[in-house]
């Protein structure tokens, strides 16, 4: 179960990218358990409403996301997870221009019911 749980959480860090490119925060938000903090890599920390505001309104911009390398854990009892992602990304994030980030998001995610949420992430380069 624990493999087919890391799949799932895989797919949701691709997914998340994916709607901060196109700017789909409904479906982004899906992904986010309503405690969620975002911790940018200056200390910042964006509860999930801030955070989700900014990507609709472009404060926070991405165009692209290439993965190099995720890696899943799934704590025994299978109610928690940890994933470290690894993507080069390429945005303009708080009115900087745009460019590559090779930015690395180390995410915990809680199950709530069925589904897997993101209750906290916090983002570093590499």
């Given amino acids: 179960m624990a493999s087919a749980d890391a799949q799932v959480i895989h797919a949701i860090y691709h997914s998340m990218y994916q709607f901060m490119i196109s700017r789909d925060v409904a ?3 899906a992904l986010l358990d309503d405690s969620f903090v975002l911790v940018h890599m200056t200390g910042l920390r964006q509860p999930k ?6 990507v609709a309104d472009g404060t926070l911009r991405y165009y692209d996301e290439v993965e190099e390398s995720v890696a899943v854990h799934v704590e025994p009892g299978g109610r928690r997870a940890t994933l470290t992602g690894k993507s080069l990304v390429n945005a ?7 460019g590559n980030w090779r930015l690395q998001q180390d995410i915990d995610l809680v199950l709530r ?14």
Wanted: overall charge positive; aromatic content about 16%; charged content about 25%.
């Fill in 92 to 98: 303009s994030p708080f009115g900087y221009g745009r």
């Fill in 113 to 126: 019911g069925d589904r897997w949420l993101m209750i906290e992430a916090r983002a570093s380069s590499y």
């Fill in 49 to 54: 409403a801030e955070f989700l505001r900014c």
């Fill in 27 to 29: 479906r982004l938000g």
